[in-house]
């Protein structure tokens, strides 16, 4: 299976609000409510921000939110801050035994 | 607390061998699976296989694009996963993390480089 689509890129001035996309199709994200975010800044390893489409681990500030509409999912950066800029991937469980990644979205405030 | 520590960073030639590990501690090992993720340079994230340690039906799932090319296993007495391939190429170079089950935890990533 293809990874799921995401913009390469996103930016929007700090306060502003960003969304991003992340397309699969009916096999994955449209069917399954196990769609994940994680930021990545530079060298460093991913971290999860939002999990099971719309939950925030503790620790993650509200600002960050997802959401999902058939099979597209979404995350919303609400207040964008100078320290969100980095990548950020979705990810989604597939079938058994197996997870997609999307392509990947630099975030950059303008 | 909950870690996942990777092995170090290697430097490799076309052909050699290789095994990596990741090992986890702070919770119960065999409760949660663990899967691993290759990052090539400048590039995105790429789902490649899970190893699961609680389970006696099955040991270990990979992802098509990996399958046959990689082998994943783990030694549940030392709650360690290994990630190994037995002839490198120079397309392997890349940045392997671990990752615990529910995708919060991950290890800090061991960098592989293949060049002659």
């Known amino acids: 299976q293809s990874a799921l689509t995401q913009p390469p890129s996103a930016s929007g001035s700090p306060g502003q609000s960003v969304t991003i996309s992340c397309t699969g199709t009916?096999?994955?994200?449209?069917?399954?409510?196990?769609v994940s975010w994680h930021q990545q800044h530079p060298g460093k390893a991913p971290r999860l921000i939002i999990s099971?489409?719309?939950k925030r681990p503790s620790g993650v500030p509200p600002r960050f939110s997802g959401s999902k509409s058939g099979n597209t999912a979404y995350l919303t950066i609400s207040g964008l801050q100078a320290e969100d800029e980095a990548d950020y991937y979705c990810?989604?469980?597939?079938?058994?035994?197996?997870?997609?990644f999307g392509t990947g979205t630099t975030v950059t405030p303008l | 607390e909950v870690r996942l520590v990777q092995s170090g960073v290697q430097v490799k030639e076309p052909g050699e061998s290789l095994k990596i590990s990741c090992q986890g501690s702070?919770?119960?090992?065999?409760?949660?699976?663990i899967g691993w993720v290759r990052q090539m340079p400048g590039k995105g994230l790429e789902w490649m296989g899970i190893?699961?340690?609680?389970?006696?039906?099955?040991?270990?799932a990979y992802s098509p694009s990996f399958h046959g090319q990689v082998t994943i296993s783990g030694d549940k007495s030392i709650n360690t996963v290994f990630l190994q391939w037995s002839s490198l190429k120079a397309s392997d170079t890349a940045i392997y993390y671990c990752?615990?089950?529910?995708?919060?935890?991950w290890g800090q990533g061991t960098m592989v480089t293949v060049s002659p």
């Open positions: 990752v615990r089950e529910g995708l919060v935890f």
């Open positions: 702070g919770y119960s090992f065999h409760s949660y699976w």
């Open positions: 190893f699961y340690a609680g389970r006696s039906d099955i040991e270990t």
């Open positions: 009916s096999r994955d994200v449209g069917r399954y409510n196990y």
């Open positions: 099971d489409v719309d």
């Open positions: 990810s989604c469980y597939a079938d058994t035994n197996y997870y997609i």
